[in-house]
Protein backbone atom coordinates (compact mmCIF):
# COMPACT_ATOMS: atom_id res chain seq x y z
CA UNK A 1 0.00 0.00 0.00
CA UNK A 2 1.00 3.08 -0.87
CA UNK A 3 2.46 5.72 2.33
CA UNK A 4 0.67 9.64 2.36
CA UNK A 5 3.14 11.94 1.91
CA UNK A 6 3.32 14.17 5.32
CA UNK A 7 1.76 17.70 5.71
CA UNK A 8 5.30 19.06 5.69
CA UNK A 9 5.54 17.76 2.26
CA UNK A 10 2.58 19.07 0.86
CA UNK A 11 3.87 22.97 2.51
CA UNK A 12 6.77 22.37 0.27
CA UNK A 13 4.49 21.02 -2.50
CA UNK A 14 2.17 24.08 -2.18
CA UNK A 15 4.85 26.64 -1.04
CA UNK A 16 2.30 27.61 2.10
CA UNK A 17 3.67 27.45 5.91
CA UNK A 18 3.54 24.08 7.72
CA UNK A 19 1.52 26.23 10.50
CA UNK A 20 -1.62 26.96 8.17
CA UNK A 21 -2.25 23.25 7.69
CA UNK A 22 -5.40 22.10 10.00
CA UNK A 23 -5.41 18.62 11.04
CA UNK A 24 -7.66 18.01 8.00
CA UNK A 25 -4.66 17.88 6.45
CA UNK A 26 -3.72 14.70 7.04
CA UNK A 27 -7.16 13.07 6.00
CA UNK A 28 -6.98 15.07 2.69
CA UNK A 29 -3.34 13.23 2.21
CA UNK A 30 -4.63 10.20 3.33
CA UNK A 31 -7.50 10.67 0.94
CA UNK A 32 -5.56 11.72 -1.74
CA UNK A 33 -3.47 8.75 -1.64
CA UNK A 34 -6.32 6.09 -1.48
CA UNK A 35 -7.95 7.78 -4.51
CA UNK A 36 -4.63 7.43 -6.35
CA UNK A 37 -4.18 4.02 -5.15
CA UNK A 38 -7.69 2.82 -6.57
CA UNK A 39 -7.44 4.67 -10.24
CA UNK A 40 -3.94 3.56 -10.53
CA UNK A 41 -4.12 -0.05 -9.25
CA UNK A 42 -0.52 0.57 -8.34
CA UNK A 43 0.23 -1.16 -4.48
CA UNK A 44 3.74 0.61 -4.15
CA UNK A 45 5.38 3.95 -5.97
CA UNK A 46 7.15 3.21 -8.79
CA UNK A 47 10.92 2.16 -8.65
CA UNK A 48 12.15 4.66 -11.16
CA UNK A 49 12.91 8.26 -9.32
CA UNK A 50 10.95 10.18 -12.06
CA UNK A 51 7.97 8.69 -11.71
CA UNK A 52 7.79 8.20 -8.14
CA UNK A 53 8.07 12.23 -8.08
CA UNK A 54 5.27 12.20 -10.72
CA UNK A 55 2.87 9.94 -8.51
CA UNK A 56 3.63 12.29 -5.21
CA UNK A 57 3.43 14.82 -7.08
CA UNK A 58 -0.06 14.12 -8.40
CA UNK A 59 -1.45 13.13 -4.72
CA UNK A 60 0.25 16.55 -3.18
CA UNK A 61 -1.70 18.36 -5.69
CA UNK A 62 -5.12 16.04 -5.00
CA UNK A 63 -4.68 16.29 -1.44
CA UNK A 64 -4.19 20.44 -1.68
CA UNK A 65 -7.48 20.31 -3.87
CA UNK A 66 -9.35 18.23 -1.24
CA UNK A 67 -7.51 20.22 1.93
CA UNK A 68 -9.11 23.64 0.03
CA UNK A 69 -12.59 22.24 -0.99
CA UNK A 70 -13.69 21.08 2.32
CA UNK A 71 -14.65 24.28 4.05
CA UNK A 72 -17.46 23.96 0.96
CA UNK A 73 -18.09 20.75 1.79
CA UNK A 74 -21.85 21.50 3.07
CA UNK A 75 -22.26 23.72 -0.20
CA UNK A 76 -21.14 21.44 -2.58
CA UNK A 77 -23.36 18.61 -0.44
CA UNK A 78 -27.12 20.51 -1.21
CA UNK A 79 -29.46 18.81 -3.39
CA UNK A 80 -29.32 22.01 -5.74
CA UNK A 81 -26.58 20.50 -8.07
CA UNK A 82 -27.40 22.33 -11.24
CA UNK A 83 -29.17 25.92 -12.17
CA UNK A 84 -30.62 27.67 -15.12
CA UNK A 85 -30.84 31.02 -15.42
CA UNK A 86 -31.85 32.73 -18.68
CA UNK A 87 -30.24 30.76 -21.28
CA UNK A 88 -27.21 30.35 -19.07
CA UNK A 89 -26.85 26.36 -16.93
CA UNK A 90 -24.39 24.82 -15.02
CA UNK A 91 -24.03 21.74 -12.99
CA UNK A 92 -22.13 21.57 -10.08
CA UNK A 93 -19.14 18.61 -10.06
CA UNK A 94 -17.14 17.54 -7.73
CA UNK A 95 -13.29 16.85 -7.95
CA UNK A 96 -14.39 13.17 -6.40
CA UNK A 97 -17.21 12.91 -8.93
CA UNK A 98 -14.46 13.57 -11.83
CA UNK A 99 -12.11 11.38 -10.21
CA UNK A 100 -14.89 8.15 -9.56
CA UNK A 101 -15.52 8.12 -12.98
CA UNK A 102 -12.39 8.11 -14.68
CA UNK A 103 -12.57 11.73 -16.04
CA UNK A 104 -9.73 14.51 -16.24
CA UNK A 105 -10.05 16.95 -13.19
CA UNK A 106 -8.24 19.75 -14.60
CA UNK A 107 -5.64 19.06 -12.23
CA UNK A 108 -2.55 19.01 -14.06
CA UNK A 109 0.35 16.77 -11.85
CA UNK A 110 -3.21 14.20 -11.55
CA UNK A 111 -3.68 13.68 -14.94
CA UNK A 112 -0.53 13.40 -16.45
CA UNK A 113 0.01 10.72 -13.55
CA UNK A 114 -3.32 9.01 -13.85
CA UNK A 115 -2.24 8.85 -17.90
CA UNK A 116 1.38 7.57 -17.65
CA UNK A 117 1.10 5.07 -14.46
CA UNK A 118 -2.21 3.67 -14.49
CA UNK A 119 -2.04 -0.39 -14.82
CA UNK A 120 -2.81 -1.69 -17.98
CA UNK A 121 -5.90 -3.64 -18.25
CA UNK A 122 -6.87 -2.74 -14.06
CA UNK A 123 -7.48 0.87 -14.30
CA UNK A 124 -11.22 2.28 -14.23
CA UNK A 125 -9.78 5.45 -16.48
CA UNK A 126 -10.68 5.82 -19.87
CA UNK A 127 -7.35 6.51 -21.43
CA UNK A 128 -3.78 5.46 -20.91
CA UNK A 129 -0.10 6.31 -22.24
CA UNK A 130 1.15 4.54 -25.00
CA UNK A 131 3.37 2.77 -22.58
CA UNK A 132 0.30 1.29 -21.17
CA UNK A 133 -0.96 -0.26 -24.18
CA UNK A 134 -0.35 -4.22 -25.03
CA UNK A 135 2.70 -4.35 -27.04
CA UNK A 136 1.44 -5.81 -29.84
CA UNK A 137 -0.90 -2.57 -30.52
CA UNK A 138 2.22 -0.36 -30.63
CA UNK A 139 4.42 0.17 -33.52
CA UNK A 140 7.92 1.28 -32.93
CA UNK A 141 10.09 2.83 -35.85
CA UNK A 142 13.84 2.62 -36.37
CA UNK A 143 14.28 5.73 -34.46
CA UNK A 144 12.39 4.37 -31.63
CA UNK A 145 9.20 6.93 -32.57
CA UNK A 146 6.10 4.68 -30.98
CA UNK A 147 3.00 4.56 -32.07
CA UNK A 148 -0.63 2.69 -32.01
CA UNK A 149 -1.57 0.74 -34.69
CA UNK A 150 -4.93 1.68 -36.77
CA UNK A 151 -7.09 -0.66 -38.00
CA UNK A 152 -5.64 -1.49 -41.36
CA UNK A 153 -2.25 -2.71 -39.56
CA UNK A 154 -3.83 -4.94 -36.74
CA UNK A 155 -4.07 -8.53 -36.85
CA UNK A 156 -7.10 -9.31 -34.51
CA UNK A 157 -6.53 -12.43 -32.01
CA UNK A 158 -7.75 -14.59 -35.09
CA UNK A 159 -4.74 -13.89 -37.61
CA UNK A 160 -6.97 -11.58 -39.56
CA UNK A 161 -6.58 -8.40 -40.49
CA UNK A 162 -9.28 -5.11 -40.72
CA UNK A 163 -10.21 -4.50 -44.31
CA UNK A 164 -9.69 -0.37 -44.11
CA UNK A 165 -9.29 2.07 -46.91
CA UNK A 166 -7.57 4.47 -44.81
CA UNK A 167 -4.28 6.85 -45.40
CA UNK A 168 -1.83 5.51 -42.80
CA UNK A 169 0.82 8.31 -43.48
CA UNK A 170 2.39 10.18 -42.01
CA UNK A 171 0.99 8.29 -38.60
CA UNK A 172 0.59 10.46 -35.48
CA UNK A 173 3.68 10.52 -33.32
CA UNK A 174 2.88 9.46 -29.81
CA UNK A 175 5.71 9.63 -27.95
Known sequence: MLSAPSTAELAAFTGRAVGTFSAFATQALAQATLLFTITTQLGDYPE??????LA????????????????YAAAKATPYNSETIGSYS????????????GERIGLFWWDLAIDELAV????????????????ADVYVDGD??????GPA???????LGLDVNAELNPRPRLG
Open 120 to 135: ADRSIVDSGSVANLDR
Open 56 to 71: RNAILELADRIYLEQP
Open 48 to 53: DDDAEQ
Open 153 to 159: EYTGPDG
Open 144 to 149: GNRYVL
Open 90 to 101: YAKGGTFSRVRE
